[in-house]
């Protein structure tokens, strides 16, 4: 069982927290957005005519910007307070804007972008998952929550849709509000406390430093260790094209490959389906037979080869074969969340996975920009996309015209994926002996006396490497 026992044996609330409360909770939380796929365009372009996905690109972007700048405050804040009271306000503050959708549109799109401040339920869920499960178990439980993501846009899309089309957009805001509503009621009665007891109690009288609320102070630490400056690269060169790709993919899709709607519903659920095959069996079996770091290698090169097949793609059947590609790819980040929570000492699991999800969360940001932009450049215009009908109003080529390259920004991030692939072949296997010695001298320190211990020196923190005990 995914439940890690207290060490000294004493019975707590924490041996209630399971595995199956992160996957809950993720699910309702990316169905109800699932939901809401087909409608939020119908929105974005009745509120924005003019410039569709450029304005898109703005607010996700501040929203990007704003989960990158809170990510490490919130995940060292729940190091100290707790999981529970932050998983319940990054839930309802993330569900937040969605009733706000047929309320106000403008309000809906400025609660979007200041949403972002506590846009980082995964950091917070990977630390709670990292709290209650052994090393061994990780990856296998990461693997479990992010197929439930993947779970998660299975059906909700082509459900929202239906609904949609048949109902109107009201009722699919109304079930998506409820299922929000229903994600917050069980964080706040059902979820218990991830964090041991012992933990919390002593944490309360340790202050939170500005230099560990400052997201570019903790990028500047981490440039002092050089496996976590490998890793921080491989996941932000790796995650900034998938990003940019979530952000446009489906119009592209149905614009330039000219998928129906009926086969990009399909497309979305077989992506799906297969993602959570590769998430839970495939990755446990890679993470035994080859290891965490080979892992990261294979799902790097099954991304670097689904962007260039999307991007050289011009038939429908190579967009199908690229998602079973795609499928394969999406074991890299619960290899990487595995790999950052075995070299990351026990107390810095949240402020660690929120580092992570900081550079997640600025390439949610940057990536859907530079991904329009690209699109801009060649002249294939994504905004002439009528979202109510599904079909093209007007398009920048003839239809017999075939570009030699259909999908320019997808090629573009596979260059920036091979960039990553190359930067995580020299991701070490061991990390140092001396940061061993360090932390194996502060577990012994820690359980003779956990009130005893004082913050290091500013001097001596800068030169400490973030992440600690690797073994890759």
């Not at 199956?20 to 119908?42: D, K, N, Q, R, Y």
């Not at 080869?305 to 394969?328: C, D, I, N, R």
Request: proline content about 6%; glycine content about 6%; aromatic content about 12%.
């Amino acid at each position: 069982m995914l439940v890690r026992n207290m060490r000294d044996g004493t019975p707590h609330t924490t041996g209630r927290a399971k595995v199956s409360h992160a996957v809950v909770v993720i699910f309702l939380e990316f169905f109800a957005w699932g939901l809401l796929t087909t409608p939020m365009l119908t929105v974005l372009h009745e509120t924005f005519p003019q410039h569709t996905f450029l304005m898109n690109g703005l607010i996700q972007g501040v929203k990007g910007l704003l989960s990158f700048l809170s990510a490490p405050l919130i995940g060292a804040l729940s190091d100290v307070w707790g999981r529970k009271s932050f998983l319940l306000v990054t839930v309802f503050f993330t569900c937040a804007p969605i009733p706000l959708m047929r309320i106000s549109p403008w309000w809906y799109f400025a609660m979007i972008s200041v949403s972002g401040v506590f846009a980082v339920t995964f950091s917070v869920i990977f630390a709670y998952v990292a709290d209650i499960t052994e090393e061994h178990e990780r990856s296998t439980a990461y693997g479990l929550v992010s197929a439930t993501f993947a779970a998660s846009l299975v059906t909700s899309p082509a459900i929202g849709a239906y609904l949609s089309a048949n109902y109107g957009d009201s009722l699919v805001v109304l079930v998506a509000t409820i299922i929000a509503v229903v994600d917050i009621a069980f964080v706040l009665l059902v979820v218990p406390e991830s964090l041991p007891d012992k933990m919390r109690l002593t944490s309360w009288g340790s202050p939170i430093s500005w230099e560990q609320a400052d997201p570019f102070a903790s990028l500047r630490r981490v440039g002092k260790d050089p496996t976590v400056l490998l890793i921080c690269v491989t996941v932000f060169l790796s995650y900034l094209p998938e990003a940019g790709q979530y952000s446009s993919f489906f119009l592209y899709l149905r614009q330039v490959i000219e998928f129906s709607p009926a086969a990009i519903a399909a497309f979305i659920a077989m992506v799906g389906i297969l993602s959570i095959i590769a998430q839970t069996l495939l990755l446990t079996y890679f993470m035994r037979t080859i290891g965490n770091k080979n892992t990261v290698l294979l799902g790097l090169g099954f991304q670097l080869f689904q962007l260039a097949w999307y991007g050289f793609g011009s038939e429908p059947w190579m967009m199908w074969a690229a998602g079973t590609v795609a499928a394969m790819s999406s074991i890299t980040f619960p290899a990487v969340s595995a790999l950052v929570s075995r070299i990351a000492a026990s107390d810095q699991q949240g402020c660690v996975q929120g580092m992570i999800t900081g550079i997640r969360g600025l390439c949610n940001g940057l990536g859907p920009a530079l991904y329009g932009f690209i699109f801009f450049l060649f002249n294939v215009e994504l905004n002439e996309l009528d979202p109510m009908t599904g079909r093209n109003k007007s398009t920048s080529q003839e239809p017999s015209e075939k570009p030699t390259i259909p999908g320019p920004p997808f090629l573009f991030g596979a260059c920036l994926v091979l960039l990553a692939l190359l930067v995580a072949i020299f991701i070490p296997d061991h990390h140092s002996m001396a940061v061993k010695t360090y932390t194996d001298t502060r577990k012994i320190s820690t359980s003779n006396n956990l009130q005893s211990l004082n913050p290091l020196p500013a001097s001596e923190e800068d030169i400490e490497p973030l992440l600690q005990d690797s073994s890759m």
